[in-house]
């Protein structure tokens, strides 16, 4: 409901002191308090009913007003019981930090305000749960919600994946609105339309996997009543996304044994295939896999079934060893693709990634014969992109004709002490004497042994740089001119650079 329809309630017989023009606020819930800064108590929306207790001067007005500013309160209520009436600098506290004040009559009380709002407010929402509880999909619940906004509406996902909708969503709209869903409810201006974005409330999905609603206006402003639907929205959809992710886990649990059989030898390829097509894969097409670890086993399938959704593409994902594996079944031409559209993706899951937390491997395009050399070259691709530097790493099958995948296949022991051997002692030299041994050692090899070029680079006489390679070769006791060390040198450093 907003601040505008209880002021119009006779029953309630509010005062309104200031704030004439921002009637049209949503009113989320009520907060009762005679707490002089009750921020830390309130999440944004709420009709705060104060009886003024904690009110001794114009110094305790400012403060409680801009903690109820601060904490985007939908406006304030004062009591009459008290002071008689509400203080003229409280009023003007309100005005000069854009808080709608009311005054709340002797004879109402906080609690017969409170039911108000509670009753008025729930309306919306029942009639969506009622459905939902009768069975109804996501389709229908959104032409339930589109009904009653007079508008298009969508849910969406992080990855870019449209959900459900009750029209076609433009790719750019899409592309923006995904960019826009950081800070949640928020309105959003696109191309002379207005969407309001709120969020699906969940505390079990990875941030990147998570869904929102976008209502889509024909103009430049939305009335409250409108946003607070939209978030009434938001909540329903939890209610069905519970239902979409027991439905994913069923499958998953089937899909996950035959994988991990399937690696273990107990299964052909060609069983396999049989009980990916009792989920709905289609039979005998090519496909590809994908390996997948962001967090543990659960986040990892979770994230990666919303990333395998945002495809298009027909797909199966489960919990797989130390992270997810996915099947995806197409035409060549579509299969080829995908490595493209997982870059896109990922790019737009990004922002919601902490450092270094999402890698992903992708095989080459293999016929069902060849599903376990599929997910095994899936899982090395992962093991390369988790050696390179950024939050969201990707690595494909052609890519293991390098050395990299020798390093990303080592045990993480053998790789560190591998480093340790060739390079700790130049590193513990470097440290005590502030040298630059381990740095000239790297721009040497990179510049493949070239003295002029490395010296360049390094800014230092070309006799300095030979004084410098004796010196590496002294403590390492390895000589720069033979092929082999050098080679063993660039993998240590390599290996350096993967754990900097």
Request: no cysteine.
């Given at each position: 409901m907003l601040l505008r329809d209880l002021l119009a309630d006779p029953e309630l017989g509010l005062v309104l002191l200031t704030g004439e023009e921002l009637l049209d606020r949503p009113v989320r819930g009520v907060y009762i308090t005679d707490l002089l800064d009750p921020r830390r108590y309130l999440g944004g929306g709420e009709l705060v009913l104060s009886g003024l207790v904690w009110h001794g001067g114009p110094e305790d007005s400012e403060r409680f007003v801009s903690a109820l500013a601060d904490a985007g309160v939908a406006g304030l209520a004062t009591g009459t019981a008290r002071l008689g009436s509400a203080p003229p600098d409280l009023v003007e506290a309100c005005a000069r930090h854009g808080v709608p004040a009311f005054e709340v009559p002797l004879a109402v009380s906080f609690n017969t305000l409170a039911e108000r709002v509670q009753r008025r407010g729930a309306a919306p929402r029942r009639e969506l749960v009622s459905a939902v509880a009768a069975g109804a999909d996501l389709e229908r619940v959104l032409r339930m919600a589109a009904r009653e906004f007079g508008a298009d509406c969508w849910v969406l996902s992080r990855t870019g994946w449209v959900v459900g909708g009750t029209a076609d969503l433009p790719e750019d709209d899409l592309d923006e609105l995904v960019g826009h869903a950081d800070r949640l409810p928020r309105t959003v201006h696109l191309h002379e339309r207005s969407y309001v974005l709120c969020p699906v409330e969940s505390d079990t999905e990875p941030a990147a996997a998570r869904w929102f609603v976008a209502v889509r206006g024909a103009g430049e402003?939305?009335?409250?009543?409108?946003?607070?639907?939209?978030?009434?929205?938001?909540?329903?959809?939890?209610?069905?996304?519970?239902?979409?992710?027991?439905?994913?886990?069923?499958?998953?649990?089937?899909?996950?044994?035959?994988?991990?059989?399937?690696?273990?030898?107990?299964?052909?390829?060609?069983?396999?295939?049989?009980r990916l097509e009792t989920v709905g894969l289609p039979p005998g097409e090519p496909l590809?896999?994908?390996?997948?670890?962001?967090?543990?086993?659960?986040?990892?399938?979770?994230?990666?079934?919303?990333?395998?959704?945002?495809?298009?593409?027909?797909?199966?994902?489960?919990?797989?060893?130390?992270?997810?594996?996915?099947?995806?079944?197409?035409?060549?031409?579509?299969?080829?693709?995908?490595?493209?559209?997982?870059?896109?993706?990922?790019?737009?899951?990004?922002?919601?990634?902490?450092?270094?937390?999402?890698?992903?491997?992708?095989?080459?395009?293999?016929?069902?014969?060849?599903?376990?050399?599929?997910?095994?070259?899936?899982?090395?691709?992962?093991?390369?992109?988790?050696?390179?530097?950024?939050?969201?790493?990707?690595?494909?099958?052609?890519?293991?004709?390098?050395?990299?995948?020798?390093?990303?296949?080592?045990?993480?022991?053998?790789?560190?002490?591998?480093?340790?051997?060739?390079?700790?002692?130049?590193?513990?030299?470097?440290?005590?004497h502030q040298s630059d041994l381990v740095r000239t050692l790297r721009v040497f090899l990179e510049t493949s042994g070239s003295w002029s070029r490395c010296a360049k680079q390094l800014h230092v006489h070309v006799n300095?740089?030979?004084?410098?390679?004796?010196?590496?070769?002294?403590?390492?006791?390895?000589?720069?001119?033979?092929?082999?060390?050098?080679?063993?040198?660039?993998?240590?450093?390599?290996?350096?650079?993967?754990?900097?």
């Open positions: 402003e939305w009335s409250g009543e409108e946003e607070a639907l939209a978030a009434d929205l938001g909540t329903v959809v939890a209610l069905l996304r519970a239902r979409v992710d027991e439905a994913r886990q069923i499958a998953g649990r089937s899909v996950e044994s035959a994988l991990g059989r399937l690696l273990d030898g107990a299964l052909t390829p060609a069983e396999v295939a049989v590809r896999a994908v390996a997948l670890q962001a967090g543990d086993r659960a986040a990892s399938t979770t994230l990666l079934r919303e990333i395998a959704a945002a495809t298009g593409l027909a797909s199966v994902s489960a919990p797989l060893r130390d992270g997810a594996s996915a099947v995806f079944v197409d035409d060549e031409s579509h299969l080829l693709a995908l490595e493209e559209q997982l870059r896109r993706i990922l790019a737009r899951v990004e922002p919601w990634l902490p450092e270094r937390s999402l890698t992903v491997g992708l095989s080459d395009v293999s016929a069902v014969a060849g599903l376990r050399g599929a997910l095994e070259e899936a899982g090395y691709a992962r093991r390369l992109a988790e050696q390179r530097r950024g939050r969201a790493g990707l690595a494909t099958g052609a890519e293991l004709a390098s050395h990299e995948v020798l390093l990303a296949s080592a045990p993480d022991e053998l790789r560190r002490s591998y480093r340790d051997r060739l390079l700790s002692r130049l590193a513990d030299y470097d440290r005590v300095t740089l030979r004084y410098r390679i004796r010196r590496i070769e002294e403590i390492t006791g390895r000589d720069l001119g033979d092929f082999a060390s050098r080679v063993d040198f660039f993998l240590a450093l390599e290996l350096d650079r993967g754990a900097d």
